[in-house]
């Protein structure tokens, strides 16, 4: 069994005034040193691939080339790009699992990959520089597009709807036994008992913009809290040695391990939805490339992706297997 850390982002200094999230741009290492390309007669990351309800002359002659950053959900997300860029008729070369949001973004921007899938919190605050998240998804969206455009001439595809972002979790069982459903039952329970056990990343206790900005939103004075290493946290919480944990929301553990999230129902974490982002230039000259996409994107939401990331990060099965078996299921793929 495998396990990988979700390194979409982690908190890091310079926090906002308002006390909401900055992102650090995870990671600056090397570009990956391998990429394969083929049509789906010729080999590689097309071989065997057979559209379903994908136009097969699309992007009939067109090469695209597929980034992503090198974490889990990121991988698994450009082998379904991948394969769907074949499903399409298109000469395809991978060039996923790029270490690093920085590097993977400056391989779009120079040309070196065609598509990648981004979150729209990261390119708020991150790459635009915003202190303050927008709570509502499509504003949020409606504003990194045009102002990405506008800066940068990256072009914003369409929008999924799930969200790889912050919040707690309890074990099914304890969320059920005490009804929390909620962030603000979760501040209800702790005052109710301050013996509580809270665990968070040992960055997340300390950060005025983690753990204090989340307890002063949420008015919890009480409660005893565990700083713990990256991923820890997760089968801490599984074990009940925790009874409130931090967690990412689209984590493949959550579903393996049974995990609740709790809804953040004052808004406090910053939206992390996904998105294909491609450069201004590339989508003039193939704009089909998006449209091929957008079917994909409207399917994969918050349950969908926590599913397919248990399968890589818990089940230890290979991202273009994965990719290959829901696009499939869904009828994109014979």
């Known amino acids: 069994m495998t396990m990988h850390t979700n390194l979409r982002g982690k908190w890091v200094a310079g926090a906002a005034a308002t006390g909401l999230a900055a992102l650090a741009l995870s990671g600056c290492g090397s570009l990956s040193e391998s990429s394969s390309s083929s049509s789906a007669a010729g080999g590689g990351p097309c071989e065997g691939v057979e559209a379903g309800s994908v136009d097969t002359k699309a992007l009939d002659g067109v090469t695209v080339k597929v980034g992503s950053k090198e974490f889990d959900e990121q991988l698994v997300l450009g082998q379904l790009t991948i394969k769907m860029m ?21 391989k779009l921007i120079d040309g070196v990959s065609d598509v990648v899938w981004e979150y729209t919190g990261t390119g708020w605050i991150n790459y635009l520089g915003h202190t303050k998240p927008i709570s509502d998804p499509q504003a949020q969206y409606d504003a990194v597009k045009k102002e990405d455009l506008a800066k940068n001439k990256l072009v914003w595809g369409p929008l999924a709807p799930f969200n790889n972002t912050y919040a707690f979790a309890v074990t099914d069982e304890f969320g059920k036994k005490h009804n929390l459903e909620t962030h603000s039952d979760m501040a209800a329970y702790i005052k109710a008992n301050p013996d509580s056990t809270v665990c ?59 995990l609740q999230i709790l809804d953040d129902d004052k808004g406090y974490f910053p939206l992390y939805n996904g998105v294909t982002v491609t450069r201004a230039d590339f989508d003039k000259a193939h704009p089909e490339m998006l449209e091929v996409l957008k079917p994909l994107a409207d399917v994969l939401d918050t349950e969908t992706m926590t599913q397919l990331n248990k399968k890589i990060s818990s089940d230890g099965l290979p991202a273009d297997k994965i990719a290959e078996d829901y696009l499939t299921e869904k009828g994109f793929l014979k």
């Open 200 to 258: 968070v990343e040992s960055e997340f206790a300390a950060r005025p913009d983690g753990y204090p900005g989340f307890k002063k939103t949420y008015g919890i004075t009480g409660g005893k809290l565990k700083s713990l290493g990256t991923g820890v946290v997760y089968t801490q919480l599984d074990k009940g040695n925790c009874d409130f944990g931090e967690i990412f929301t689209t984590d493949g553990r959550l579903a393996a391990l049974g």
């Open 86 to 106: 074949c499903a399409a008729g298109a000469t395809v070369k991978d060039e996923t699992n790029t270490k690093g949001s920085t590097q993977t973004r400056k």
